[in-house]
């Protein structure tokens, strides 16, 4: 069965970095678009990163310059480097397909103190 587990949070100081990691199993990873979502307390969820099968990758605007995503299809694994984090960015990280229709993980919490 399809099961994303989300790691890699924490609490940070603003301007401090994390790097967040994705295990997938239970799929044809390396034939999967992905991507990285956020939802913060009282928000809906948004997709902040995205990255394509031919690692072409694409950025929500609050978060370019600032995260990278990346894949690694041997180990069916999506991260996404955070640097420069903001109180803005606190939320709880999930990944899924661009489209979000795979089964949604548990997530990760980011909290980003001032």
């Known amino acids: 069965q399809v099961q994303l587990v989300e790691s890699g949070g924490g609490l940070v100081q603003a301007g401090e970095s994390l790097r967040l990691t994705c295990a997938a199993s239970?799929?044809?990873?390396?034939?999967?678009?992905m991507g990285w979502y956020r939802q913060a307390p009282g928000k809906q969820r948004e997709l902040v990163a995205a990255?394509?099968?031919?690692?072409?990758?694409n950025y929500a605007d609050s978060v370019k310059g600032r995260f990278t995503i990346s894949r690694d299809n041997a180990k069916s694994t999506v991260y996404l480097q955070m640097h420069s984090l903001k109180p803005e960015d606190t939320a709880v990280y999930y990944c899924?397909?661009?489209?979000?229709?795979?089964?949604w993980g548990r997530g990760t919490q980011v909290t980003v103190s001032s």
């Open positions: 899924n397909s661009p489209r979000g229709d795979l089964i």
């Open positions: 990255i394509t099968v031919a690692n072409t990758t």
């Open positions: 239970g799929f044809f990873f390396r034939f999967a678009n």
